[in-house]
């Protein structure tokens, strides 16, 4: 069996980091595979870069003409919601390859940027889908908490456009998902990293009648491991006995689907309870100030990617907290946990699976900033428990996220998808 995988990257983005991840597995249990991509940030000769120095630039060109005309057209239709929003149009001539090439099998990725609309309906070889986020299934939104929410459920019968000449002439989310429903016409087996996310596969009119099947992201637990608390302060030069919470993500504090906001609006009123406490940010840098903390109170680690390197942070931290509004099963509370960092974050989406309320870290009441702070300090409040949050959250990292044990689960789902069995159904 061989298997081609198909990444817009290999390790910039999150869902990049989670493609090479599953690439790494699959190689582990013996299962042949390579994987296609757009832009290249690792070494490795599995990895084929699609795209010469000009068609990256022609891709990057194609890419801002279409974030430009959804940013130009989205304010002025009801499903605006300030997310991202992609139309499917271009690709980086990955079709050919992939029919050509002696794969069995073609596990998508993220795909958006590397295979449009048509480029999936032009794939001749038996198709495996792990799908980031709702793009797959919606209009152009990847993610769904603004209004109009619900019309992928019904299939965009009626006209989301505000009242606007250009937006009534054109509904992006309506003729985007009509494209989609035009074009895939043969069920492809979807894998959701949550059970949420396949709910709303199974409940959405594009794909309810496509197979679906659970299998979580996976992580290397050898390299994400727990490392002393008190050495990997001293190695990031923080304080030795102070409390630190990490916050993570791309867009910084600015992301509101993240909840950098309500994040802040919690912390502001804990830093009352715990006077000592410090804030640990990674990704891109804070966009506001946080009335209450001193300077030398925050600690910016910019974008990591190095997994020692971020090992280190979330072993330094005593807690990671995951503030989306809306998220699938994100890379950050997996990673955090396999190194014995426990989470807190909303009872919401793919977040309610991933922690252990009470047991690997804590849920809070969705968007309930008083409800947050008060699980992050419940944490905080009792060392011995906040260390045994830690043991629990290592353990259920080695025991459901496991590089081996998702590989085995990718591996079992091909030999049923190449057996020529169609069956819907949740694994």
Not at 71 to 84: E, V
Not at 311 to 330: E, F, K, M
Request: hydrophobic content about 40%; some cysteine; glycine content about 8%.
């Amino acid at each position: 069996m061989k298997v081609s995988l198909v990444s817009y990257d290999d390790g910039a983005s999150g869902s990049g980091k989670s493609a090479s991840k599953l690439q790494d597995a699959l190689h582990r249990i013996n299962v042949d595979s390579s994987m296609y991509v757009a832009m290249k940030s690792r070494p490795g000769l599995e990895t084929r870069l699609m795209t010469s120095t000009f068609g990256r630039l022609r891709l990057r060109l194609l890419q801002e003409a279409e974030a430009r005309i959804c940013t130009a057209l989205h304010p002025h239709q009801r499903s605006f919601d300030g997310n991202k929003h992609s139309l499917g149009l271009f690709g980086a001539g990955v079709v050919s390859a992939l029919n050509s090439d002696d794969s069995d099998i073609v596990q998508l990725m993220f795909v958006n940027g590397v295979l449009s609309i048509a480029d999936i309906a032009r794939i001749r070889k038996p198709i495996v889908w792990r799908l980031s986020d709702m793009w797959a299934f919606s209009g152009t939104g990847h993610y769904d908490f603004g209004d109009g929410a619900s019309d992928w459920k019904t299939g965009y019968r009626t006209s989301r456009a505000a009242d606007h000449w250009l937006a009534n002439l054109i509904d992006l989310d309506r003729r985007v998902w009509k494209r989609k429903a035009r074009l895939w016409r043969e069920p492809i087996h979807i894998v959701c990293p949550s059970q949420w996310l396949a709910d709303c596969v199974q409940t959405s009119a594009l794909m309810k009648s496509w197979p679906v099947h659970v299998i979580p992201t996976s992580i290397d637990t050898s390299l994400f491991r727990p490392i002393p608390k008190m050495t990997a302060r001293r190695l990031l030069g923080l304080k030795l006995d102070a409390p630190y919470i990490l916050y993570s993500a791309l867009g910084g504090t600015s992301d509101k689907r993240k909840g950098g906001d309500l994040f802040i609006e919690a912390v502001k009123g804990l830093v009352h309870s715990i006077p000592d406490l410090n804030l640990m940010f990674v990704g891109d840098q804070r966009s506001a100030v946080i009335g209450g903390f001193l300077e030398d109170s925050v600690y910016e680690a910019g974008v990591l990617n190095d997994p020692l390197t971020l090992a280190l942070h979330y072993s330094a931290a005593d807690l990671t907290v995951i503030p989306s509004r809306q998220d699938n099963l994100p890379q950050v509370g997996v990673e955090a946990q396999s190194c014995g960092c426990p989470v807190v974050a909303f009872d919401v989406s793919g977040l309610s699976e991933l922690i252990d309320n009470g047991k690997t870290g804590a849920l809070a009441n969705p968007f309930d900033c008083a409800d947050l702070r008060r699980a992050m300090g419940w944490c905080l409040a009792d060392p011995a428990r906040l260390k045994h949050l830690g043991k629990a959250a290592r353990k259920r990292a080695q025991n459901k996220f496991d590089r081996q044990i998702v590989a085995t689960s990718y591996r079992s789902l091909y030999e049923h998808v190449l057996s020529g069995n169609r069956t819907a159904k949740i694994s």
